[in-house]
């Protein structure tokens, strides 16, 4: 039997083409992202955690330093299952930590500290219960630095990881003990918005940890009474100390994570800030303005359960670099002559532009918490500048039309809710500030048309706004404008009596001779 190759269809091959180059761009594009770098970051931590979990104490210090081969290979394997299960929770729940390597490096590295630590601890078996500060410790910083979910998470992940680093003294009491005083302080600290907020959360978790200890410890019918009592105090005042701990390296945590907590921004919205008040000296224009974007930002964030107090104090700042070139802005104008009737499109849109570049250098000079730097990059995003694109359109030749890509704004687009809103009310607000009669109909108009060209203009790509969301930020925006511009009777002038008149020029003489006199 003769066997003949069967052949393709022209088609066919050219489908199996346009698959072998799809999987290859795929491939491109993942050597190319995060990704390798990433899994590198999760192999050292691997590697770490199981030199850290396989020093043995268990027959003195110095008897025996390492496990044996066997338990060390069971404990990188242990670890790395536990590592990977995080790393994929991390990935569908906070995706954008694994796309800066400097994040991830910093959580692995407060994960490899604190492990260390609680192995410290080990080594005297009447003093494991002081393990549970560091779960507590842990819980506590990546609930400010992250989210509650995200927190709580990661800390369950590490307080198995500390149960291993504890050793074979560790029980089913020690994971729950820790448990407690992790979850009191997730659920418990959801903003930092006073100094004693951190002690307050963690007073409340060394209750639960000690009422947890101890009933564990009854529980478990441990025949010294004295000796529960005595691991539940110690669980609940090194849960108390860590409280105490944490609140002076606060200042340091929110530099390493690159944040600011809600007692933070709460001292950077003072209006005797020297930035603030050399905005308010030097451009007393962009300040009201400023101002009054901070009011209806805050309340279209919080609107959407954003935070509100992030989007006001952001907004405080988002123009701070009009403080080089405050007369080429109109708020800050005294007249109707502009400075930009002397200069040339492409000389105003320098100018413009570059208060963006401006407001930046201005930050860093002042030290501006990075959190807040980003409403200055993105309050305007890539949009285009209208007014000067049509009078350069206008002044071009036909034969040499001007690109709108030379009239934008370099970026980049908002990441977040807070800076998307703002940027929503920077551009709404000056619109309806234009308008000359701004009605609620009119402002609801302006709000929907500016909202709809930002989307449609991509701006709200790589922010996780929703349409429901977008939907009630219109409102509240609508809302707020309508009652900060509503209408006003206009008081009518009495004519003066003749009466009146002799009284007010009989005043005016005894006012002017008791000058005199004085």
């Known amino acids: 039997m003769i066997l003949t190759k069967k052949k393709s269809s022209p088609r066919g091959q050219r489908v199996k083409d346009t698959m072998s180059a799809e999987r290859f761009e795929q491939l491109r594009q993942l050597l190319n992202s995060n990704a390798p770098y990433a899994v590198a970051c999760l192999a050292v931590f691997v590697a770490s955690a199981t030199v850290v979990l396989s020093f043995d104490t268990s027959d003195g210090l110095f008897n025996r330093i390492w496990k044996s081969f066997p338990e060390i290979i069971a404990t990188a394997a242990v670890v790395c299952l536990l590592s990977v299960g995080t790393a994929l929770y991390t990935h569908q729940f906070h995706p954008r930590l694994t796309s800066r390597i400097s994040r991830i490096i910093t959580v692995e590295g407060l994960f490899l500290l604190m492990l260390v630590i609680t192995r410290l601890i080990s080594l005297d078996e009447n003093q494991i219960y002081l393990a549970t500060g560091t779960a507590v410790a842990c819980a506590i910083v990546l609930t400010i630095a992250y989210d509650q979910r995200f927190a709580l998470g990661l800390s369950s992940f590490f307080c198995i990881m500390a149960c291993f680093a504890v050793g074979r003294t560790a029980t089913v009491e020690l994971f729950l003990t820790m448990m407690s005083g992790t979850v009191a302080c997730v659920f418990c600290l959801h903003e930092v918005r006073t100094r004693m907020k951190i002690i307050e959360v963690t007073s409340l978790a060394a209750l639960m940890v000690f009422a947890a200890a101890a009933a564990l410890g009854v529980i478990h019918g441990a025949v010294d009474k004295m000796q529960v009592l005595d691991n539940a105090g110690l669980a609940a005042g090194i849960t108390f100390i860590v409280g105490i701990v944490v609140q002076g390296f606060l200042p340091l945590i929110e530099k390493i994570f690159g944040i600011a907590t809600s007692m933070t921004l ?123 694109y049509n009078e350069a359109r206008k002044k071009a030749d036909k034969q040499n039309p001007i690109s709108d890509t030379e009239f934008r704004y370099p970026g980049p687009k908002p990441r977040s809710k807070e800076a998307a809103i703002v940027m929503i009310c920077d551009a709404v607000e000056g619109a309806v500030r234009s308008n000359p009669e701004p009605s609620p109909t009119r402002i609801e108009n302006i709000v929907h048309s500016i909202a709809m060209k930002r989307l449609q203009d991509g701006q709200f790509d790589e922010c996780d706004l929703t349409m429901r969301d977008l939907n009630r930020i219109e409102e509240s925006i609508a809302k707020s404008l309508a009652a900060h511009y509503h209408g006003r009777i206009a008081y009518p002038t009495i004519p003066a009596s003749p009466n009146d008149r002799m009284t007010d020029s009989g005043t005016s003489n005894l006012m002017t001779n008791s000058v005199k006199k004085a």
């Not at 962009?286 to 107090?309: D, K, P, R, V, Y």
């Not at 007369?327 to 320098?350: C, K, T």
């Not at 980003?374 to 007014?387: M, S």
Request: aromatic share 8%; charged share 20%.
């Open 266 to 388: 709460m001292d950077y919205s003072d209006a005797n800030q020297p930035l603030l008040r050399k905005l308010a000296m030097d451009a007393p224009g962009t300040f009201s303005h400023s101002l009054l974007i901070g009011s209806i930002a805050q309340t279209a964030a919080e609107a959407i359960n954003a935070n509100g107090l992030l989007a006001r104090v952001g907004a405080y700042y988002h123009d701070i670099g009009k403080l080089n070139k405050p007369d080429y802005f109109v708020e800050n104008q005294a007249g109707p002559i502009s400075r930009h009737d002397q200069l040339s499109p492409a000389m105003s849109l320098l100018v413009i532009i570059g208060h963006v570049k401006d407001g930046v250098e201005i930050a860093r000079e002042f030290n501006l918490p990075t959190v807040l730097r980003q409403f200055i990059e993105t309050h305007h995003g890539t949009t285009l500048i209208e007014y000067f």
